[in-house]
């Protein structure tokens, strides 16, 4: 049994806690799938690596009404996703190297297999390769190892072959139709791709909306753009999927009745469950929600003295963005345990990077009403811009809502080109306690440019 001052379970954002600052720490990092985590080989990275490509694609489809006639000619899906992932691969690769041979790694010890708690204190791997089983005890656990895509108890789907999110990137090719059980973000980004690369896609969801957690007004405006786009099947239950010979039959249940169709590929897009029961925390007293998420506190420390956790396993944000704030707490809290900082979720804004774009910060109007804030609201559609016109966006806005008392900003919600890019400036509001009043009129907006849309639904807050 080996003892190290510090154990990290999970090389995404818990791989970033290792420094040159813990140089003289006997340090182990534990990982059981590919190095880097989530974000980088199956999540963000290539995901939008894939929705830039499905953008260029969907170019010509909306090119008629700027006087121009242009045609996608050619899809050539292996040098697609190979370009992707011939990048991404040696960075993963590069990464567990740097760890394993590189002289600054001298203290660190990478264990590539599958942790489990069996005693407080105690982790048990189970190597990858080999199978051979080592047990390391240590003063302090960073918990780190993220999470793992859903999937859904349907009759059929274990024997009929599916994909998650974690797979349907390396398909060898691209089929005729696709099928996604869930209407998320995860659903809504590769309908974006497939179908923008001439892939027939239906969309199954359980809700009567896609992106059901988003500003409803927001996400009612999506799924109508959606439904132009590629067959979305709206408040269906998936009731059983079974392969044939002509592809794999999925049935349904909805309002009207039973639904059924065939479809040669199926994405399972539900939603994310952490790997806390892969780590067996219980073992060692850590307290569980009952999603299976671990508590931490304000310092990203579990109930358990001197463990700590981010990311996915604890967040029920599920972003990257937040992960890394989260490990620069964590790294911060092990270097000064008499100086410790809390983790700020305050303003954690999110984006869909669909078709059109998706992002949000704060309240949404609805969690507005349902907590009993007073607000307002000012709207300002693409259209109404400048730039919009450029674009002939006809279906893109952005809605705030601020306290009509003293101005400050309660959410942003943004449906549109760029969104993602054009919600920025009123993080940084939020972040800073800068009132709508002061940002709409205190600054210089560039004109014409995209972010005017946020500078005049500022000034369409009607406050008191």
């Known amino acids: 049994m080996t003892h190290y001052d510090l154990v990290v379970v999970g090389t995404g954002s818990g791989n970033t806690i290792v420094t040159k600052q813990l140089a003289d720490w006997k340090i182990?990092?534990?990982?059981r799938g590919i190095f880097g985590g989530t974000c980088l080989n199956v999540g963000c990275i290539p995901t939008k690596m894939f929705v830039h490509t499905a953008d260029l694609a969907a170019i010509p489809g909306s090119s008629s009404r700027f006087g121009l006639d242009e045609k996608l000619t050619g899809v050539r899906w292996p040098e697609i996703r190979d370009r992707i992932f011939g990048r991404i691969d040696p960075i993963s690769a590069g990464g567990a190297e740097y760890r394993l041979h590189h002289p600054n790694n001298a203290n660190v010890t990478l264990y590539e297999g599958t942790a489990h708690f069996t005693a407080e204190g105690e982790l048990t791997v189970t190597r990858t390769t080999g199978g051979e089983t080592e047990s390391l005890t240590a003063d302090r656990f960073v918990?780190?190892?993220?999470?793992?895509?859903?999937?859904?108890?349907?009759?059929?789907?274990?024997?009929?072959?599916?994909?998650?999110?974690?797979?349907i990137m390396r398909l060898d090719q691209l089929p005729r139709r696709l099928g996604i059980i869930g209407a998320g973000f995860v659903a809504a980004e590769f309908a974006h791709i497939f179908s923008s690369l001439g892939v027939e896609v239906t969309v199954i969801g359980r809700s009567d909306l896609m992106l059901r957690h988003e500003d409803r007004e927001i996400a009612t405006r999506y799924t109508e753009i959606a439904q132009q786009r590629y067959s979305v099947k709206l408040l269906h239950e998936t009731v059983h999927v079974q392969r044939r010979d002509d592809g794999i039959l999925v049935k349904t249940l909805n309002p009207a009745g039973p639904d059924e169709f065939v479809v040669d590929e199926l994405l399972v897009a539900v939603g994310r469950t952490p790997n806390s029961d892969i780590l067996n925390v219980k073992a060692t007293g850590i307290e569980l929600e009952e999603d299976g998420r671990v508590v931490v506190d304000e310092f990203q420390e579990t109930a358990v003295e001197g463990i700590y956790a981010l990311g996915d396993i604890c967040s029920p944000y599920q972003l990257k963005h937040v992960a890394n704030h989260e490990a620069r707490v964590v790294e911060h809290n092990l270097l000064h345990p008499d100086d410790r900082i809390d983790s700020d979720h305050r303003f954690v804004p999110h984006a869909v990077f669909g078709s059109p774009q998706v992002a949000s910060v704060g309240l949404t109007e609805e969690e507005a009403v349902e907590q009993g804030i007073r607000y307002v609201v000012g709207r300002e559609a693409y259209a109404d811009i400048a730039y919009g016109w450029a674009m002939?966006?006809?279906?893109?806005?952005?809605?705030?809502?601020?306290?009509?008392?003293?101005?400050?900003?309660l959410g942003c919600h943004v449906i549109g080109p760029q969104a993602a890019s054009v919600i920025q400036p009123v993080i940084q509001a939020m972040s800073f306690g800068l009132d709508a009043p002061t940002m709409a009129r205190g600054q210089y907006w560039i004109h014409p440019a995209m972010p005017e849309v946020i500078e005049n639904a500022l000034l369409a807050l009607k406050l008191n």
Request: proline fraction near 11%; charged fraction near 20%; hydrophobic fraction near 40%.
């Open 28 to 31: 182990a990092i534990v990982e």
């Open 143 to 167: 918990l780190a190892a993220g999470s793992r895509p859903i999937v859904p108890p349907i009759p059929g789907l274990a024997e009929t072959g599916f994909h998650t999110s974690d797979t």
């Open 392 to 409: 002939e966006d006809t279906t893109g806005f952005a809605k705030i809502l601020a306290d009509p008392d003293n101005g400050q900003i």
